[in-house]
């Protein structure tokens, strides 16, 4: 009807209408067509009163029938209130016949192609602390993971180590000082980072800097015994790495570093030379001219002065030989915003050599956290972290009256912990520093990833206590109280954030949605009782909570949460 009146095809409308989001103050329509995306012309030149009036206008011409129920004109919008017993019909049967792929399979998707998406992620230094910002690179690159896969990409997930360059020549004179075989194979990470602090404390002496630069150069000579040392250092922190990201709920496909590119980064400053890119300064060191008008006005160092490489000129080799390996359609690299500078030189100098799928690259940035310690002090290892919250749960549950006997406490505690780490990293704007805060972060009401927790451990409760069998021939004509309407409506958007989402690669609209639907099931699970109702109710009211509830598990995986079953 609304294609035939407004003579576009039906394709051209689905961007433009929107599920309406639920307000607890009033009443709201299902749909909104909004007119200044349908009218010809942009949305600038025309007045808020004509689109208000041409509003008017389209409300009037059409018809109500068997789908819709109702029709007005808002604010440049026209708004539709779906017949009720088909929005509940339509609804629930959609969640339960698409199940993990429910609002993944939107029209809203239809014409976005597939793609093959590399992302590189998470990117310790071996040796050196795995600070708060390598978390949130983890947590938020394995986010934009899950939601392409979801949506149906191919993705690649490269972890980019810090594996090369002088501190390894540091830290071998130190473990040769004062390190332990034992404690390498049984806590690389930590006892790596306690020779390094104690071999940074002496090399302030000249002998210990000349062992340092040896052994380095050696290293880059491919000299058999430096090489199996270092070897050592990495095999190990990895091994220990795959472990904690096993608790973290992380994977990838490659471990990649920068010891991968020391060779094929001569070959870059090769091409760069016979390109007459590379320019020699004074000093001896190379650089490469990014001024619009070739003045040096703004240039990037990519060779020191005895011609080794630096970390940009590894990274230029590390992008052209993932292009050529995975031929992939978009390549995004998730770190902290202080890298912004570092990530336009590297595309700038790939378009430069010619490369034009270098605007293809992208650079996921994020703010950085503040006051993120453990009772111990400051975090030095992503382990404390994972632990500390891990036994602030535990305190928690264990004080809470309302938990119940629970196979695995200890299990259970580090899922909810991480959805509350995860939640509170993840409301704001990616690219917004914040204040970390353990309390606010393991509250268990208000917006937080505890009450997700608490909100799906429920709803799976009631579902287990009621029988759990597939319920056919279930008559949901009989929700029709204002608080399952709500729950109906919000289900109705989730395919909208999912694209919002996708569009900005930010996980808070998918973090907000979460939320108000847990609110809302929360609203609905007093008000509509389960217990003591007619079997018929019983059974749509049942039906009702357990599409709230898939929908609920489907968003926390996309985040990285573990849905609980109990807590």
């Not at 990037?300 to 590390?318: E, K, P």
Request: charged letters at 25%; one cysteine or more; aromatic letters at 8%.
């Amino acid at each position: 009807m609304l294609s035939k009146v407004l003579d576009l095809p039906p394709e051209n409308l689905i961007k433009s209408i929107s599920a309406v989001p639920v307000s607890k103050k009033r009443h709201v329509a299902d749909f909104q067509l909004s007119i200044a995306s349908v009218t010809e012309g942009s949305s600038s030149d025309c007045l808020a009163q004509d689109l208000n009036l041409q509003a008017q206008k389209l409300a009037e011409r059409l018809k109500c029938d068997a789908v819709v129920s109702e029709i007005s004109a808002g604010p440049g919008t026209v708004n539709f209130t779906i017949n009720r017993e088909l929005l509940a019909r339509t609804v629930l049967q959609q969640v339960l016949k698409d199940g993990s792929e429910y609002g993944v399979k939107s029209e809203l998707f239809s014409t976005v192609p597939r793609q093959k998406a590399v992302i590189e992620f998470s990117s310790p230094n071996i040796a050196k602390k795995f600070h708060i910002g390598h978390l949130r690179s983890t947590i938020v690159g394995n986010f934009i993971a899950n939601l392409k896969v979801a949506l149906g990409h191919e993705v690649i997930r490269i972890n980019y180590l810090g594996d090369w360059g002088m501190q390894f020549g540091l830290l071998a004179v130190g473990f040769q000082r004062f390190g332990n075989k034992d404690k390498l194979k049984s806590s690389p990470l930590q006892h790596l980072f306690e020779v390094y602090v104690q071999i940074n404390k002496a090399a302030e002496d000249e002998n210990t800097k000349k062992l340092a630069k040896d052994f380095f150069r050696k290293l880059e000579e491919h000299d058999e015994q430096p090489l199996s040392l270092w070897k050592q250092f990495r095999d190990f922190s990895i091994e220990e790495y795959i472990r904690i990201y096993k608790r973290l709920g992380v994977h990838f496909d490659e471990y990649s570093g920068e010891s991968f590119y020391q060779e094929k980064s001569q070959e870059v400053l090769k091409m760069l030379e016979d390109k007459g890119l590379l320019q020699k300064t004074v000093k001896g060191t190379g650089i490469v001219d990014l001024s619009e008008k070739k003045d040096l006005s703004s240039f990037s160092t990519v060779m020191r002065s005895d011609g080794t490489s630096l970390y940009i000129t590894r990274d230029l080799a590390a992008a052209i030989d993932r292009m050529n390996k995975h031929s992939w359609d978009t390549m995004i690299y998730v770190t902290d915003k202080s890298q912004s500078n570092h990530f336009q030189h590297l595309f700038q100098i790939l378009k430069l050599m010619g490369y034009d799928w270098a605007e293809r690259c992208q650079h996921v940035s994020f703010g950085l956290v503040q006051g993120m310690k453990t009772r111990r002090g400051e975090v030095i290892f992503l382990e404390d972290v994972l632990n500390e919250v891990r036994s602030r749960m535990l305190q928690n549950m264990a004080s809470a009256k309302t938990t119940k006997e629970i196979e695995d406490p200890m299990d259970t505690a580090e899922k909810v912990g991480l959805a509350a780490l995860i939640i509170q990293d993840f409301r704001g704007l990616l690219s917004s520093d914040y204040q970390f805060s353990w309390d606010r972060a393991l509250q268990s009401h208000g917006d937080t990833g505890v009450f997700l927790q608490y909100t799906h451990a429920r709803l799976h409760s009631l579902e287990q206590m009621h029988g759990n069998e597939q319920l056919t021939d279930v008559n949901v004509a009989c929700l029709q109280e204002p608080s399952a309407i709500s729950v109906l409506q919000h289900l109705l958007r989730y395919d909208e954030v999912l694209y919002r989402s996708s569009q900005d690669l930010q996980p808070k609209h998918i973090v907000s949605y979460l939320l108000t639907l847990s609110h809302l099931a929360a609203v609905a699970h007093k008000t509509l009782p389960v217990k003591g109702s007619s079997p018929e109710l019983a059974q749509a009211r049942l039906r009702l909570f357990q599409a709230a509830r898939s929908v609920l598990a489907n968003g926390m995986k996309l985040l990285g949460i573990t849905p609980v079953t109990q807590m």
